[in-house]
DNA sequence: TCTATCTATTGACACTATGTCAGTCTCACG
DNA sequence: CGTGAGACTGACATAGTGTCAATAGATAGA
């Protein structure tokens, strides 16, 4: 029967998204390291050795929760594309997109910056391909706002490559959320409010990109 | 006798330090995930319990290798200041020694980058105050390098706090390093090699700073 | 010199977590 | 029925961490 084939494979991704889900609640409520493959079997009320069937090692298992960050942060980045029609706009409201998603989905935010700081060779079980400097798909959205912008003529058109252009703004929006995330209370000490931080980072970013005369 | 517990004390830092040099140099080969307290013990030749009584646990002994490292940063930081004498030089010559200093001791800077990821809540043991957002030591030269530049003109003077720039350029650079770092191959594989990326960031960094009509 | 004592050092233990595997359970199909 | 494929599990082997009682070594004082 091929429709029972169907139904099996139907099932598993069923299984495994649920498996996905205990560990990404396990993981928002008391971050990673401290996620045991016990406490998620538990929560998905399965044999720890299950797991295993479905996931090669834990850090598999993290990886499928990393790619619905990603998933979820390139919706999060059209949404904000959408909001606006010039270029410039669409590429800082980009970076409030990745601001606000951090704030709303801590979790998430933490995977992105596992994958973005340890190599994540991708493994040769899975899907490979999947994932490149930061979410390939997302990087892209970047690069089509800058695109329409230098089009449109809120962007400078003197930077060189946009791809070169995205990945460098990601980097940096990236370094900053990292910082105001980890270290707010350090930052309070020395005077600095998160809003303060981000917006005034925010701010200058966008400067950067914008023509001469500043818009 | 007084200055036999003098000598006590001092035997006991050398011994501290061989340990800490022992780590360092596993960490600098295989990577901190990789390496275990009994590989440490034996590097050092002494006893894996005994590593318990110089360092509360594996977390600490990376913090001590992290002040090693932060105050390595301090140096090469002062060191770049000095090479310039107008602010804005100064500070791109700040964000240029980050990333010669990533590269000459890549183990270093992933001990920065954890220090900044992870809240590292200093330990209530530990000499507590030593490290705030990025070793307030290293973020103080910056500071210093921003206000020499607006006293002599070559940095607008019309960003705000000086420390909240160098906190933000701070984020930004670290972030650039980080994602070459890591993803390296990856940036390669979209056309960006690494100098490209790391100058065009600092070229970035600088026209940031400078005053309208670009210096 | 002998001994009390203090500190550095260690072997062995308890605990936790990971990953594996042989074996059991279930159920659609012949 | 009963059988075979795939879902599932209990129990094991391994590895690493942190702790503790006990040992070894040196020093000051009698």
Chains 1, 2 share one sequence.
Not at 192 to 205: E, M, Q
């Amino acid at each position: 029967m091929s429709y029972l084939a169907e139904r099996r494979v139907e099932e598993k991704e069923r299984r495994r998204a649920e498996i996905v889900d205990a560990a990404e609640r396990l993981y928002a409520k008391k971050g990673w390291d401290s996620v045991t493959m016990d406490q998620v079997a538990k929560a998905a009320r399965l044999s720890r050795a299950l797991l295993y069937v479905y996931f090669r090692d834990r850090d598999e298992l993290q990886f499928a929760i990393g790619e619905r960050a990603l998933e979820m942060l390139r919706t999060r980045f059209i949404e904000a594309v959408a909001r606006h029609v010039r270029g410039l706009d669409q590429v800082e409201a980009i970076g409030r997109a990745y601001m606000t998603y951090a704030q709303d989905f801590p979790h998430y935010f933490d995977v992105c910056a596992r994958f973005q700081a340890h190599e994540m060779s991708a493994q040769p079980g899975s899907n490979e391909g999947a994932c490149a400097v930061a979410g390939d798909a997302a990087i892209l959205v970047v690069v089509d706002a800058i695109r329409t912008g230098i089009a449109d003529g809120s962007v400078r058109a003197d930077i060189g490559d946009p791809m070169l252009f995205a990945v460098t703004l990601w980097a940096f929006t990236h370094g900053v959320i990292q910082l105001a995330m980890a270290k707010g209370a350090d930052l309070a000490r020395l005077g600095i409010s998160i809003p303060r931080f981000g917006d005034n980072a925010l701010a200058l970013l966008r400067s950067m990109g914008a023509p001469r005369p500043a818009g």
